[in-house]
């Protein structure tokens, strides 16, 4: 249910005086009276994660030329990693703190080193939004006839397409201006039915490829889905790719901590265990069915399949649908997401207003629909800038008052910025592509964990160096 104080009504007074009222306690703890139930949080986690990048990410591993075994148990092992950190380390600090990591992170670095994070932040989310816009138009140009848009094409090909970008901005944008409820309401609505259309639409396709069995699935699998061998110019991928793929590829959200926004509602910390709904029907039954789909398009001649290319062979019309539906039900916490980052650098202007210009910053991008093609190497980047972030407000939570260490430095000491935060963020940023260039590595992903694991360490080393020294200048300061 949609919260009455957080209710955006066009029919009473400004819509503007209204949004001004709603609270989402971005630099306040949630109150118990507003935490929400389990039911919620898997609507919500599995709508973010049901999305339109998983006809994107599903081709990516076949064109890859990732084998049937590789697939399968890359993607097993991978999703359940996922769900352990989300289960083990976001949603546990959580509810423990009732606060954004935005908010928390303010008060353990300090304003000067969480705006540069934010703005990061912000941008990220605003491209996933734009991201997850693209791929919904997307849907609408095939089913309604308008041109065709290419997503390997950076400029768009019509301007319908670029009015189309604008209408589904527009109400992505309202969704995420009008706070966690109205997120959350859309994703219990639109959800449910998703995960039905992906597989319906994947075992549709397998007579298409000689699958009339289900002793033929295998060899169809080996021989004409995920058949080892890569497309032209693609990178070979092998099983260590899928899984830490599958496991990283939302590493600012659970070890990276930002999912916060969502988990900090939580009534329980083991909420977090909701994330299997999005893991396992969000990623690995819809990558593996869509990647069914995009062998079946590459079959009939289609050599770049777009997403609603690939869910419309096998589901028809309602294969249309769920890539717009699965792409709104994705932008709209990533958009409201980066709200709450911005936020952070202007905390005096409303949560609404910040995300109404990130809402137009995402249109404009909406434009370009060749910025889809950047997907994967976009996380993988991402990855790597948030996994520190997210070690140093676990070890500020939950290590540093077994240390002796002084928690939320930054607002303990009337603002001053935390450079133990800040250096370990570097450190491990610049230790880890150093690492990835070293070993010669071709995926970032592959740095996400021992980044994690260097900024931990550092973090911890250069607060006890850093708080060692302000103790001994306190101590001189009273002697004297």
């Not at 997850?132 to 065709?148: C, D, E």
């Not at 830490?244 to 900090?264: E, K, V």
């Not at 071709?442 to 080393?461: K, N, Q, R």
Request: charged content about 10%; proline content about 4%; overall charge positive.
């Amino acid at each position: 249910m949609i919260d009455k104080k957080s209710q955006v009504s066009l029919n009473e007074g400004s819509i503007t005086s209204q949004l001004d009222h709603v609270n989402d306690f971005e630099r306040e703890p949630v109150p118990a009276s507003r935490t929400k139930g389990f039911k919620d949080f898997l609507a919500l986690v599995a709508g973010e994660h049901i999305a339109g990048t998983e006809f994107v990410i599903g081709p990516l591993f076949v064109l890859h030329g990732v084998s049937a075994t590789a697939v399968i148990f890359g993607l097993l092992i991978g999703n359940i990693l996922a769900v352990l950190s989300w289960t083990l380390f976001c949603a546990p600090l959580a509810v423990k703190t009732r606060l954004t990591l935005f908010y928390l992170l303010e008060k353990i670095a300090g304003r000067k080193l969480v705006s540069l994070f934010n703005a990061i932040s912000g941008l990220q989310s605003t491209v996933f939004a734009a991201f997850m816009a693209i791929v919904a138009a997307g849907g609408i140009v095939l089913m309604t006839g308008l041109p065709n848009q290419s997503f390997t094409q950076m400029q768009p090909s019509h301007f319908s397409w670029m009015l189309l970008i604008i209408v589904l901005m527009a109400l992505i944008t309202f969704i995420s201006i009008s706070g966690i409820d109205w997120v959350t309401q859309f994703a219990r609505v639109t959800t449910p039915w998703l995960p039905w259309i992906f597989l319906a639409s994947g075992i549709a396709v397998l007579p298409q490829l000689g699958v009339h069995s289900l002793s033929d699935f295998w060899q169809v699998a080996n021989t004409k889905i995920w058949t080892g061998m890569p497309a032209a110019g693609m990178e070979h991928f092998n099983i260590w790719h899928i899984i830490f793929f599958s496991w990283l590829a939302n590493t600012a959200l659970h070890i990276g901590l930002q999912d916060t926004f969502i988990y900090r509602y939580a009534k329980r910390s083991w909420y977090g265990i909701a994330s299997f709904g999005g893991m396992f029907i969000g990623h690995f039954m819809a990558w593996i069915a869509s990647g069914i789909l995009c062998a079946a398009a590459i079959q009939v001649g289609i050599g770049d399949p777009t997403p609603a290319q690939v869910a419309m062979i096998g589901a028809g019309i309602a294969g249309g649908i769920c890539v717009i539906i699965a792409g709104w039900t994705t932008a709209n916490p990533s958009l409201y997401r980066a709200g709450l980052a911005v936020q952070g650098i202007f905390p005096n202007v409303k949560r609404w207003k910040i995300t109404l210009l990130l809402g137009i910053g995402a249109t404009v991008l909406g434009f370009f629909p060749g910025v889809v093609s950047k997907l994967d190497s976009f996380l993988a980047v991402f990855a790597l800038i948030a996994a520190p972030v997210g070690a140093v407000a676990f070890m500020d939570v939950y290590l540093f008052p077994r240390l002796g260490l002084q928690q939320n430095y930054s607002y303990n000491n009337k603002g001053k910025t935390n450079w133990a935060a800040g250096g370990s963020w570097v450190i491990s940023i610049a230790l880890s592509y150093l690492l990835f260039v070293w070993l010669k590595l071709d995926f970032f992903f592959f740095m996400a964990i021992p980044g994690w694991i260097i900024a931990a360490i550092s973090y911890v080393l250069l607060s006890k160096l850093m708080q060692g020294k302000n103790e001994q200048a306190e101590i001189l300061i009273r002697v004297r």
